[in-house]
Every structure is written in structure tokens, then in C-alpha cells.
């Protein structure tokens, strides 16, 4: 069985500072890992993903996620913050021949300017 | 660009009705999944369609069922729809072996009165 633990159902940042929203994991099997993210009104968007190779992973909107197999992590990063990132964040977690994704409970991100 | 889409933005019923949600992709995917999305709970999965009219409970399918007659089409039926299944519903769909790359509706947010 695999799951996601998301301990941070809400983070406030102020604007252009930095963020870290933390994810771990559980798998007894080699992972894939996911961040996702739902702007307000709209579906879940792909943000990154970490499938195998270099543990740092970088993706849109200049978020980035590193993989730490002995931490069993995968926490989610950004340097700068903007008030557009305002939203919620899922992280999910799968493995290879499963077609199903587990996702955590999110982590809603507000930004105060 | 693959689309998924879904009939309804927002809905509201009564207790009792029948509820059919509906959820089109246009990228010849196999797979297609319905969660349901609630506050401080993430996304659970409710029921997966991995072929035309193969389904698979997923982790509280109790009070739905679905149906796909084709592979672009998959619908959620509440036989009888209860204030506690008041939620915003989440369609999505990936190609066979490819779960990095599942997309997402917009959602349908669905209430009962």
C-alpha cells in the first residue's frame, strides 16, 4: 500500500518570500512522485514530477521538488513567492504498473502582500 | 491539447434525486477516473474505468455507481443523492501506463439539499 502525508493543510507567505510545502511518503516499492496544483474554481494542474534520475526536479511557475529516498520525501520549493500562486497543492504518489495516483489531503497556499 | 471536460460546473439536488455527472475526454485515453475532492481530505478516489465498460471500485464507492459505454465517456450515477455526498467531483483521464501524465476536468461542484 502507498501513501501521502501532507502535515500542512495551510501556509501563509508573505509575497517574495520564500516557500517550502512538505510532503512524505510510504511505499514498500520504488516510487513516482507528484505535485499538483488547483487554482481557485479550476481542476488539478501538473506541477512537477519525479520519475526516476536526478532528485531535483524542477517545474513550472519556478517551483522545484527534491526526492529524498531516506527521508521518504519529496517537499515542494519555491525561492520567491508571487500573489498568483495563491492555491492548493496536492502531492501524490505512485508506482510503476499501478494506473491509480494516491494524493495527499493538500496544502492550501495563501500569500499576503 | 487534451481536454477533459465535464457537464456541469455546479449543480444542486435534492435528497432523493438521481444525479448523473458526466466526463469527456478527447485524447483516445483508456483510462478514466472520478474523485471526489472535500476540505482537509485531498482527493479520494471513487470508482476507475480502464476500458469500456470495465470499472473498479475505488476507495469509497458506496452510494455511486458508473458507466462507460464508450471510451470517451464516463459517468458517475448517485442513485440517490444525500447531503453527504455534497462535494466537488473531479474527473480524469491518462493513457494506459502513462499515470504522469493524467489530466483533469474543471470539477463539479455539486450540491444537496
Known amino acids: 500500500a502507498q501513501s501521502v502525508t501532507q502535515l500542512d493543510s495551510q501556509v501563509p507567505v508573505f509575497e517574495e518570500a520564500p516557500v517550502e510545502l512538505r510532503c512524505n511518503y510510504s511505499s514498500s516499492v520504488s516510487v513516482y512522485l507528484f505535485w499538483y496544483v488547483q487554482y481557485p474554481n479550476q481542476g488539478l494542474q501538473l506541477l512537477l514530477k519525479?520519475?526516476?534520475?536526478?532528485?531535483l526536479v524542477k517545474g513550472i511557475n519556478g517551483f522545484e521538488a527534491e526526492f529524498n529516498k531516506s527521508q521518504t520525501s519529496f517537499h515542494l520549493r519555491k525561492p520567491s513567492v508571487h500573489i498568483s500562486d495563491t492555491a492548493e497543492y496536492f502531492c501524490a504518489v505512485t508506482h510503476f504498473g499501478n494506473e491509480k495516483l494516491t494524493f495527499g489531503t493538500g496544502t492550501r497556499l495563501t500569500i499576503i502582500p | 491539447d487534451v481536454k477533459v471536460t465535464q457537464s456541469s460546473r455546479y449543480l444542486v439536488k435534492r435528497t432523493g434525486e438521481k444525479v448523473f455527472l458526466e466526463c469527456v475526454q478527447d485524447m483516445d485515453h483508456e483510462n478514466m477516473f472520478w474523485y471526489r475532492q472535500d476540505p482537509g481530505l485531498g482527493l479520494r478516489l471513487i470508482y476507475f474505468s480502464y476500458d469500456v465498460k470495465m470499472k473498479e471500485k475505488g476507495d469509497i464507492p458506496e452510494g455511486y455507481s458508473v458507466s462507460r459505454e464508450k471510451k470517451e465517456r464516463f459517468s458517475l450515477i448517485l442513485e440517490s443523492a444525500s447531503t453527504n455526498q455534497t462535494s466537488m467531483y473531479l474527473c480524469?483521464?491518462?493513457?494506459?501506463?502513462?499515470?504522469?501524465?493524467?489530466?483533469f476536468g474543471p470539477g463539479t461542484r455539486l450540491t444537496v439539499l
Open positions: 480524469a483521464s491518462h493513457l494506459a501506463g502513462h499515470t504522469d501524465t493524467q489530466y
Open positions: 519525479y520519475l526516476s534520475g536526478s532528485t
